[in-house]
């Protein structure tokens, strides 16, 4: 999906954020990975955004990391905690009802 050049990037933040917990419930997740997987879904986010992204949610308690590897193969794995799985969970049912009235009002007009 082309990304519009007016895209509000400050709205787009909390659906990478969202995307971010959504794989981080799955398993455990590196940035570069994530880059790469956000891009498949047309957002286009560089390493300095995103780093402290997962920063910022692990030091919120959502997320909690570890490096695997050492040297400069080393990679910081980053998974949901119990608070970020709770979050998705909330977060999932507002979106869900969102969307439904975005369609909804799309729908009727």
């Known amino acids: 999906m082309p990304r519009a050049p007016t895209e509000p990037q400050e709205l ?3 659906l990478v954020r969202l995307h971010i917990l959504h794989h981080a ?3 455990a997740l590196y940035g570069h990975w994530m880059i790469e997987e956000l891009r498949r879904h047309g957002y286009r986010i560089s390493p300095g955004t995103l780093y402290p992204m997962l920063h910022a949610l692990e030091r919120k308690g959502y997320l909690k990391s570890r490096v695997q ?6 990679r910081r794995l980053y998974r949901a ?3 970020g799985r709770q979050a998705l969970d909330v977060a999932k049912e507002r979106v869900r009802e969102l969307f439904g009235e ?3 009002r799309k729908r009727s007009r």
């Not at 590897?69 to 080393?74: D, E, V, Y």
Request: glycine share 28%; no cysteine.
């Open 12 to 14: 787009l933040g909390g």
């Open 25 to 27: 419930v799955e398993g």
């Open 69 to 74: 590897g050492a040297g400069p193969h080393a």
């Open 81 to 83: 905690t119990r608070k």
């Open 102 to 104: 975005l369609i909804e």
